[in-house]
Nanobody, 122 residues
Framework: QVQLAESGGGLVQAGASLRLSCEASGRTFNISNIAWFRQAPGKEREFVAGITSTGLHTYYEDSVKGRITISRDNSANTVYLTMTKLKPEDAAVYYC???????????????WGQGTQVAVSS
């Protein structure tokens, strides 16, 4: 089992950068694929980025490629989402999630954090 806790959200201006952290506990973190999702008010939860258990493979939603980077430090049990050139449309609650399969579909993820709010002013 994996417990996840996001942090690092906040209010920033458009064009700014932000780094979100997803700290995990549990024996299976190091063999878990981790992904970030986001959900804006009135919209469905959408995939942002994912990283495999070893960190060797990453995958991104097309609209964030080049602006957002996912990374992990297994020694610190933490996955990071570094976001640059933020846009108002990036504003959402950001969630990290864990499972054993690299997939973009939220329904396949077994474990979720509580989310961290990102707001972007224009």
């Amino acid at each position: 089992q994996v417990q996840l806790a996001e942090s690092g959200g906040g209010l920033v201006q458009a064009g700014a950068s932000l780094r979100l952290s997803c700290e995990a506990s549990g024996r299976t973190f190091n063999i878990s694929n981790i992904a970030w999702f986001r959900q804006a008010p009135g919209k469905e939860r959408e995939f942002v980025a994912g990283i495999t258990s070893t960190g060797l493979h990453t995958y991104y939603e097309d609209s964030v490629k080049g602006r957002i980077t996912i990374s992990r430090d297994n020694s610190a049990n933490t996955v990071y989402l570094t976001m640059t050139k933020l846009k108002p449309e990036d504003a959402a609650v950001y969630y990290c999630a864990a499972n054993r399969i690299a997939t973009r579909s939220p329904q396949w993820y077994d474990y979720w954090g509580q989310g961290t709010q990102v707001a972007v002013s224009s």
